[in-house]
């Protein structure tokens, strides 16, 4: 059966820190993934999304995930942070149904 | 532009009474779902639908009902069999279901009075 482990349900950094939330997916086929954010009272946001054509996926608002399938992670990464990343982050993986899986979340902080 | 509108933004029951939660999208997507956010416990999948005229239950489908009569609409009545139904609800779509982003809604917070 699928799942989605998000590790920390809340990560804190300085604004120009390097943002790092980590994802780690159990899957029996070669998963889709897919992060998402969400800003207080809104619906969630497609960040970006891994589809096997490569491992490195960029998204927008200059974050970025890695697919690395030896380590079963998608951690998702942004050089530096702003004070407008500061919301909710989802790890999400579709095993070829029609259902995604979310993880529980991450909060990011950003402090100036 | 294209989108899914969830109304009413905010909503709340009575004890003992039925309340619908509408959802419409204009993208065109076959498939439709309905979620629940609770604070620490992610999405939870309450009912999905990839066509017009059948639905499926998800992980916690207890005390709620879905229709899907056309497909840009996907309205979710929590009935008062929900015991716990304050939370804060999303409907998404996508194109086909299998694999794909789903796009959201900006939900629809349910409060008990």
């Known amino acids: 059966a699928q799942s989605v482990t998000q590790l920390g349900s809340h990560v804190s950094v300085s604004e120009g820190a390097l943002v790092l939330l980590r994802c780690n997916y159990s899957?029996?086929?070669?998963?889709?993934l897919f992060w998402y954010v969400q800003y207080p009272n809104q619906g969630l946001q497609l960040l970006l999304k891994y589809t096997s054509a490569a491992t490195l996926v960029k998204g927008i608002n200059g974050f970025e995930a890695e697919f690395k399938k030896s380590e079963t992670s998608f951690h998702l990464t942004k050089p530096s942070a702003h004070m407008s990343d500061a919301a909710e982050y989802f790890c999400a993986v579709s095993e070829n149904t029609d259902k995604l899986i979310f993880g529980t979340g991450t909060r990011l902080q950003v402090f100036p | 532009d294209g989108g899914i509108t969830q109304s009413p933004k905010y909503l709340f029951r009575k004890e003992g009474q039925n309340v619908t939660l509408s959802c419409e999208q204009n993208l065109n997507h076959d498939a439709m779902y309905w979620y629940r956010q609770d604070p620490g416990q992610g999405l939870r999948l309450i009912y999905y639908?990839?066509?017009?005229?059948?639905?499926q239950k998800g992980d916690i489908a207890e005390g709620y009902s879905v229709s899907r009569e056309k497909k840009e609409s996907f309205p979710l009545t929590v009935t008062s069999a929900q015991k716990n139904p304050t939370a804060f609800y999303l409907c998404a779509s996508s194109i086909d279901g299998r694999n794909q982003p789903q796009h959201f809604g900006d939900g629809t917070r349910l409060s008990i009075l």
């Open positions: 639908s990839q066509i017009v005229n059948d639905f």
């Open positions: 899957s029996s086929v070669p998963p889709y």
